[in-house]
Each structure stands twice: as structure tokens, then as C-alpha cells.
């Protein structure tokens, strides 16, 4: 597909108070675009807005709820008058643990947020991104082709966002439209912050090789985002670390699987979490 310049061109960013999200917003109001930001907490989001300056609202909305995002869009085109991209950041993490000791509860907040929280997003923006020829970015992780120990809950709603955005661009196509799955390793946010004061996710981190482990700057992903929509690009991965991984996971995870179940130090700790 040809380039897509952002000049002009209106964008909805979720969890676009904070992290990647805010992040993402700066480099599309960089590009000459116009942004919303939408985030839970109104003063985070009114803070946000004010710093991020001329060209970006902010608007307040559980991501969760059908009726907030429709009505979301709504405001977004009375105020900026169209909508050209949407990226589907929002999302949140669990507190590590097993699954047999995870509550019920925190199971399934981290579902709906992280899978029916994109859909819900993408849902309500998708008839002006197919009528302007647009482009959605969903957000997963690495830990879509990652073991999910600990945080089981999350990885499986990455997987899911995954297989979401691979199908979204090929049913865009013949609109005009395209979409983007976005996979990032460890950013240096408040949610990798923590998930590593957690002790069992401070001793899970522990036993993987550093060099996997080193955190980029939202700033950094936030880029990555946006130059992805430039190339209308299928896919991008962060730190680039972690692209042999993605490829080859087919070989890989099973002898990574088999190491887990061997590895005693990582039994230790999936004993001590319950």
C-alpha cells in the first residue's frame, strides 16, 4: 500500500494519557496531525491535553464500554471534524501470579480491557476509517509469542489482539484502509514498573537473559507507532531485539516450553506463587 501522510488527518489515541499512549499523540501532532486522547482518569487526561498543546483534546471513557467508545467517536468528529486513525493502546497487566491463585476478578478485568477494550474501540471508529481510507493500530506484546507464566491473563489477551489486528488488515484492504499490530518488549512505563516490584515478578525477570530485558523509552515506542502508519505497515516490533523471536517462534517455544518445565529455579518461583 502507498504511504500515509499524517498532515491533517484526525487520530483517537486510548490510554493516550500516560506512556505510550501520550507518547504516540506527541509524534502524530509532530506529523501535523490532529489528536483525541481518551483515558480513565479526567485530570490525568485534562493534564495531558494542556501539555500536548494546539491540535489535542482530551476526553474521558472506559474503553470496556460500547456505549462510551460510540459516543467517544461522536465527540471526536463534532470537534475535529473527521477521524482518519485510531490506535488501541489501553490496556493493563496483572499482578503476577499463577493461574490457580489469580482471583477470578482480576482475571477478567485484564480480558475486558485488553481484548474487548480494543474491539469496542475499534468497532465504534471503524465506519470513518473505512470511509477515509484510514488505518488502526492495535497493541499487543511480545508476549503474544511469549510463555505467559504469571501473567497468563495478559499474554493471552496479546495473542488475541494479535490474531484481531492480522484479520482487521486483510478485511480493510478493500476499503482502502489498513491496519498495524504493534508488539513492544519491556517499556520503561508504570506498568512494567509494577510488575517488577512484584518479588515473584522481580525473581521471574531474574532468570531471563538481560539482554532481553532492557526497557525502551515511551518516547521511543510512541514513534514507532507513528512511522509504522506512515508505511501503512502490517506489523512493528520493539526493541528490534526481539524480531528473531517473532519469527522463529514455531522452533523456539517448544524447547523454550520444555526449559520451563525443567528449569528448577523457574519452578521455585511458579511454587512460591501459588
Known amino acids: 500500500m502507498s504511504a500515509y501522510p499524517l498532515t491533517s488527518k484526525v487520530a483517537l489515541v486510548t490510554g493516550g494519557a500516560r506512556g505510550i499512549g501520550l507518547e504516540t499523540a506527541r509524534a502524530l501532532l509532530e506529523r501535523g496531525a490532529r489528536v483525541a486522547i481518551v ?61 490457580r491463585a489469580m482471583s477470578a476478578g482480576e482475571f477478567e478485568r485484564v480480558i475486558d480491557v485488553n481484548i474487548h477494550g480494543v474491539h469496542r ?39 488475541a489482539v494479535e490474531q484481531y489486528g492480522r484479520a482487521l488488515r486483510s478485511e480493510l484492504v478493500q476499503h482502502g484502509a489498513s491496519a498495524t499490530v504493534a508488539y513492544f518488549g519491556f517499556i520503561d512505563t508504570a506498568m512494567t514498573h509494577d510488575a517488577f516490584a512484584d518479588p515473584i515478578g522481580a525473581r521471574l525477570k531474574a532468570t531471563f537473559p538481560q539482554v532481553l530485558m532492557k526497557k ?59
Open 121 to 159: 474501540t475499534v468497532r465504534a471508529a471503524l465506519p470513518h476509517i473505512t470511509a477515509n481510507g484510514g488505518h488502526v493500530v492495535v497493541v499487543s506484546s511480545i508476549y503474544a509469542f511469549s510463555n505467559g507464566m504469571l501473567v497468563a491473563p495478559y499474554a493471552m489477551s496479546k495473542a
Open 216 to 274: 525502551l523509552e515511551p518516547r521511543v515506542a510512541g514513534g514507532v507507532i507513528v512511522r509504522g502508519i506512515e508505511r501503512r505497515a502490517p506489523r512493528v516490533i520493539a526493541p528490534r531485539r526481539w524480531s528473531p523471536m517473532s519469527v522463529l517462534r514455531g522452533v523456539l517455544n517448544p524447547y523454550l516450553d520444555r526449559r520451563s518445565e525443567r528449569h528448577s529455579a523457574t519452578q521455585a518461583i511458579l511454587r512460591d506463587a501459588g
Open 39 to 99: 483515558d480513565l482518569d479526567p485530570e490525568a487526561t485534562s493534564m495531558a491535553a494542556k501539555m500536548l498543546g494546539e491540535g489535542a483534546i482530551g476526553l474521558v471513557a472506559d474503553v470496556t464500554s460500547s456505549a462510551a467508545m460510540e459516543d467517544i467517536v461522536t465527540q471526536v468528529v463534532a470537534q475535529l471534524g473527521r477521524l482518519d486513525v485510531v490506535v488501541a493502546n489501553a490496556g493493563i497487566a496483572n499482578q503476577p501470579a499463577t493461574i
